[in-house]
């Protein structure tokens, strides 16, 4: 099992995007058992898998990690895995969080009791460097950062990765999956995106991965219609992309027969 957390301190970068269709690409076409967690309290990732009526929930990831509710008092089963689904309440979760003796290991500690049900756990983070982006990345083996091709994007990454290092002491194991390119569009400020991309390649070398998410409408179409991007439209620039990053990050940090199975698909 795996944990891999989608993590950016800016927002809009295509965070969420990722997060939903690289799971559902694993869950899909890798035969996976997947387990998406949302721990923004916007909760855009819940909404994505068409889940708006948060008041109903009988709980959400935070009072899974607080221990308020079992693990299947609050699991929601989809079609594409398991959602720990977020809403506004996690922001008074994430005080108490915060002020408990165990963090920044709160998160680590509660997979670690159903971590053995899945092959991935996905964690969707919020746009800040926050409670929940340190406990995501306690609790992950691997991260990824959605980059978007702009200055303040590319400049924003200097500050993460300043965060990421700190933590670094604590989960000496963690490592950083890669740095992708998302919404990008070759015709539009061509020379600055091509300059950008240049620049964090050669900062960041193989970190920064082959694979660019195009700029997709149908990415934002099927969010708005609680779909993932190969249920939407299978065909899309968005769906292809997608499948592409979900096999480059197989191919680089997993095994030969989970490969094997994505490329059968």
Same mark, same amino acid.
């Given at each position: 099992?795996?944990?891999?957390?989608?993590?950016?301190?800016?927002?809009?970068?295509?965070?969420?995007? =990722?997060?939903?269709?690289?799971?559902?690409?694993?869950?899909?076409?890798?035969? =996976?058992?997947?387990?998406?967690?949302?721990?923004?309290?916007?909760?855009?990732?819940?909404?994505?898998?068409?889940?708006?009526?948060?008041?109903?929930?009988?709980?959400?990831?935070?009072?899974?990690?607080?221990?308020? !509710?079992?693990?299947?008092? %609050?699991?929601?089963?989809?079609?594409?895995?398991?959602?720990?689904?977020?809403?506004?309440?996690?922001?008074?979760?994430?005080?108490?969080?915060?002020?408990?003796? %165990?963090?920044?290991?709160?998160? !680590?500690?509660?997979?670690?009791?159903? !971590?053995?049900?899945?092959?991935?756990?996905?964690?969707?983070?919020?746009?800040?460097?926050?409670?929940?982006?340190?406990?995501?990345? %306690?609790?992950?083996? $691997?991260?990824? %950062?959605?980059?978007?091709?702009?200055?303040?994007?590319?400049?924003?990454?200097?500050?993460?990765?300043?965060?990421?290092?700190?933590? =670094?002491?604590?989960?000496?194991?963690?490592?950083?999956?890669?740095?992708?390119?998302?919404?990008?569009?070759?015709?539009?400020?061509?020379?600055?995106?091509?300059? $950008?991309?240049?620049?964090?390649?050669?900062?960041?070398?193989?970190?920064?991965?082959?694979?660019?998410?195009?700029?997709?409408?149908?990415?934002?179409?099927?969010?708005?219609?609680?779909?993932?991007?190969?249920?939407?439209? =299978?065909?899309?620039?968005?769906?292809?992309?997608?499948? !592409?990053?979900?096999?480059?990050?197989?191919?680089?940090?997993?095994?030969?027969?989970?490969?094997?199975?994505?490329?059968?698909?």
């Amino acid at each position: 099992m795996k944990t891999l957390s989608f993590v950016n301190n800016k927002g809009g970068v295509g965070k969420t995007t =990722s997060a939903q269709n690289v799971g559902v690409a694993l869950h899909r076409f890798a035969k =996976s058992k997947v387990l998406f967690i949302d721990l923004d309290a916007q909760a855009s990732l819940t909404r994505c898998f068409g889940y708006h009526n948060l008041h109903f929930f009988n709980g959400d990831s935070g009072s899974f990690i607080l221990n308020d !509710k079992t693990f299947d008092e %609050v699991v929601i089963s989809t079609d594409v895995g398991d959602l720990l689904p977020a809403s506004m309440g996690f922001l008074a979760a994430e005080e108490r969080i915060r002020a408990s003796a %165990v963090f920044p290991f709160n998160l !680590k500690i509660a997979l670690d009791k159903i !971590k053995h049900r899945y092959d991935f756990i996905i964690i969707d983070c919020p746009p800040s460097l926050s409670t929940s982006a340190r406990i995501a990345l %306690v609790a992950s083996d $691997l991260y990824f %950062v959605p980059l978007q091709v702009e200055f303040l994007s590319y400049e924003g990454l200097r500050n993460f990765f300043a965060f990421a290092n700190q933590l =670094s002491i604590l989960c000496p194991d963690l490592e950083l999956g890669g740095v992708f390119a998302t919404r990008y569009n070759p015709k539009i400020r061509r020379r600055l995106s091509e300059d $950008l991309i240049k620049s964090t390649k050669k900062q960041l070398k193989e970190n920064f991965l082959d694979t660019y998410i195009r700029d997709n409408i149908a990415i934002s179409e099927a969010q708005a219609n609680g779909k993932d991007i190969f249920m939407y439209d =299978s065909e899309s620039n968005g769906a292809i992309d997608y499948y !592409k990053l979900t096999r480059e990050l197989i191919n680089r940090h997993f095994t030969k027969n989970l490969m094997a199975q994505l490329m059968r698909a």
